[in-house]
């Protein structure tokens, strides 16, 4: 697998489990009527940001992850990122090689620790990820995320210093 700087011609191949992933309502707090174009101008951030995608032997985008800080000012040391995985090649390893991915390229930014602001709990595949990979849950908004199957649940707040 190959993790390479996503581009705009690389959208096609990542809008349709994007829209699966967001339309289905169950890990991101994104609205799940999100169009294509407006989801685009959310994934693909630019420069000093990232966006990259992890792309198979036969050149298939099997991927996605997007980088930037957390907040701005003077809290603009800290890194955040968001992944999404078709789910056609979930549970081969794609999801830890692109947060490992963004890890080191948090440290080599300069960053001194990574947050994730919203992790579903009830997502627990990338709970555990992250948990595996030294984050730790700093605490849950109790209710903060409606479920469409679960009905409301937490959202964690997750960090691991870098």
């Not at 298939?60 to 968001?82: C, E, F, P, Q, Y």
């Not at 440290?107 to 730790?136: D, H, I, K």
Request: charged share 15%; hydrophobic share 40%.
């Amino acid at each position: 697998m190959l993790i390479r700087e996503a581009t705009a011609e690389d959208w096609p191949a990542v809008w349709p489990f994007f829209h699966r992933i967001v339309a289905a309502g169950e890990t991101f707090t994104y609205p799940t009527d999100l169009g294509a174009e407006q989801g685009r101008d959310w994934w693909l951030l630019p420069a000093p940001n990232r966006t990259v995608v992890a792309v198979g032997e036969s050149g298939t985008v099997l991927g996605t992850a997007k980088m930037n800080n957390n907040h701005m000012g003077n809290g603009s040391h800290i890194a955040s990122a968001s992944y999404m995985v078709d789910p056609a090649h979930s549970g081969h390893g794609v999801g830890r090689a692109l947060c490992e991915y963004t890890l080191e390229w948090a440290r080599a930014a300069g960053y001194r620790a990574m947050q994730f602001n919203a992790v579903v709990e009830t997502n627990t595949p990338a709970v555990r990820l992250y948990r595996s990979l030294g984050f730790e849950v700093l605490g849950t908004l109790p209710e903060g995320f409606r479920h469409p199957v679960e009905g409301y649940v937490g959202l964690h707040i997750m960090y691991r210093t870098l």
